[in-house]
């Protein structure tokens, strides 16, 4: 519930504060008094869009203070719970204009965005006129209206949780049918080569040990002729031969030497033994530079075939058995990419059948509401001189979405037999005043500390209709606090506090201020309305009779 606002500079409006109370507010003034300020100030306070140039004239800045009591149940909790905002059983809204258009909020003396501000006013203020455009006269907004009547929460989650699992799988569908198109169109392709790969298996680091061996064999081509020639120099025509008979020869003259050959003879030995090993390695060598000269073909052969398939797909050859995978991959996948797609098929058939049964349940409980939310109206619509109307709402097919495959409009007919049509289009101001009127009631039966705001809501009607809205306007405040600008006398007379918004002009400055009336000033002001600028007796004597009820 609200119970002040103070509103600075804002304006024609220097300093004012306001106590509201329970139950029915009434405010009442002159046309340009100032009332659509008090709405203004109030808006801007909880976030809402409206005018841009708010703030006083020769003011710095504009503020506006409101501040609400919060049950411990209400929804706004949650809200300041999220934002990480204290919370306590009043809430303060603090915010400010200044002159060069910057905004700033607080909450309980913690800055906010203006998001917050509006998050929290949704369960705060109810803001209705004739012609507002918050959702009661907008066709888009009748949907949500009716599910929020209805309490179809959980119908819709499960509606939404449906469509989404839904879309998901058709995603996988359509991306997996775009991959085996793309792969058919490449079919030709991929078995010639994966064929390809396949007959050469190329295998990683191949290239590198290729290319070693074949620089090995053409090196040894190179040298085999200078080590052949070296190892026939140690050989038995050669080194071997010469050492060998240099021992016989020497071996048959060391008994006549009388043991001065021996030292050599022992050194021809030993050079015998390492003339042996240097053979064994020179020949060892040679085996090593042994090879087939097809076998270097081979070679080559290989490694250029492999390099030529690196070229051709544009890969390093170190990468051809990883790619010649990727390509066997995609081959395997379009082979059994009838098995996959079928599966994929089936998992969207399924999800459209979980879709279809959680729309039907949320049609028909749509459907039962509105029947609820028809008969609510016109038992509503009865105590305003509307019996003989007709509201209907209509819940049609539309396209499918995340919430559901319905669409909400509401009808009325003013008469009994007379074509039906949307609301603003069918009903006269008054009768859409009272149409509107209604609806608010049905639609906020159930909610809980908030606080609604009729702006002129009786506009276009007066004497005994104007009494009966006024009435209703009174019973609604027995269960919530009501503000409601008007400018019937019979709707102000209903009031359980009611302020008169005025003007004045001091010092070339016009201002706007409301002050809260005594009964004398009720009957005065009730008065005005009734008679225009002179009161006369029998204004009065109207004023007491509609305040004595």
């Not at 976030?47 to 708010?54: F, H, N, Q, S």
């Not at 030497?257 to 090993?277: F, H, M, S």
């Not at 544009?314 to 059994?336: H, K, Q, T, Y």
Request: aromatic share 4%.
């Amino acid at each position: 519930m609200l119970r002040t606002l103070e509103i600075r500079d804002m304006l024609i409006i220097d300093r004012l504060e306001l106590q509201f109370q329970p139950g029915l507010n009434v405010l009442t003034g002159e046309t340009g008094a100032g009332k659509s300020i008090l709405l203004d100030s109030l808006g801007f306070v909880l976030g809402w869009r409206g005018r841009a140039e708010l703030v006083r004239s020769g003011a710095e800045q504009g503020e506006v203070i409101a501040e609400f009591d919060l049950p411990a149940d209400h929804p706004a909790h949650a809200v300041l719970e999220e934002a990480g905002l204290p919370a306590a059983d009043e809430l303060i809204l603090r915010r400010i204009n200044t002159r060069d258009g910057r905004k700033t909020a607080w909450v309980n003396d913690r800055r906010c965005s203006g998001e917050i501000l509006r998050r929290l006013s949704e369960g705060l203020v109810e803001l209705h006129g004739q012609h507002d455009d918050r959702g009661l006269l907008n066709p888009r907004g009748h949907r949500i209206l009716l599910d929020t009547f209805g309490q179809l929460d959980g119908l819709i989650a499960k509606t939404r949780t449906a469509w989404r699992d839904l879309a998901k799988q058709r995603k996988a569908l359509a991306e997996t049918e775009a991959e085996i198109e793309a792969a058919r169109a490449e079919e030709d392709f991929l078995r010639h080569a994966v064929s390809e790969f396949n007959a050469l298996s190329p295998e990683p680091g191949e290239d590198e040990a290729l290319d070693k061996q074949r620089r090995q064999m053409q090196g040894a081509e190179r040298v085999r002729d200078d080590v052949s020639k070296g190892f026939a120099a140690l050989g038995l025509n050669g080194a071997e031969g010469q050492i060998s008979d240099a021992i016989r020869w020497l071996d048959g003259a060391a008994d006549g030497a009388e043991g001065r050959l021996d030292e050599a003879l022992n050194a021809l030995g030993r050079a015998a033994v390492e003339l042996a090993d240097a053979q064994q390695g020179v020949e060892t060598c040679l085996d090593a530079m042994s090879f087939n000269p097809a076998e270097l073909e081979e070679i080559e052969e290989r490694l250029f075939a492999i390099r030529a398939l690196a070229r051709k797909h544009g890969v390093l050859a170190d990468e051809l058995p990883a790619f010649g995978a990727e390509l066997s991959a995609r081959l395997d996948a379009l082979d059994n990419s009838q098995s996959g797609l079928g599966a994929l098929q089936a998992s969207v058939r399924e999800a459209e059948a979980r879709y279809e049964k959680a729309t039907t349940a949320l049609t028909k409980a749509r459907q039962k509401s509105a029947k609820t939310l028809d008969k609510a109206m016109a038992a509503e619509l009865a105590p305003l001189k509307m019996e003989r109307a007709v509201f209907e709402t209509c819940v049609t097919p539309s396209d499918a979405g995340p919430d559901g495959v319905d669409e909400v409009a509401f009808t009325v007919a003013t008469n009994p037999g007379a074509p039906s049509g949307p609301l603003n289009k069918i009903a006269s101001g008054g009768e859409l005043s009272r149409f509107l009127l209604a609806l608010k009631v049905c639609l906020t039966a159930e909610a809980k500390g908030l606080t609604m705001i009729f702006d002129e809501i009786d506009r276009g009607v007066g004497g005994a209709t104007a009494d009966a809205v006024g009435r209703r306007l009174a019973a609604l405040a027995d269960e919530a606090q009501v503000l409601c600008v008007t400018h019937s006398p019979q709707v102000a007379a209903l009031g359980g506090y009611h302020w008169r918004v005025q003007k004045s002009v001091t010092k070339g400055e016009t201002l706007s201020t409301v002050v809260p009336l005594t009964s004398e000033e009720r009957v005065e002001e009730l008065g005005r309305m009734l008679s225009g600028d002179t009161v006369t007796p029998e204004a009065r004597a109207a004023a007491k009779a509609l305040l004595a009820g």
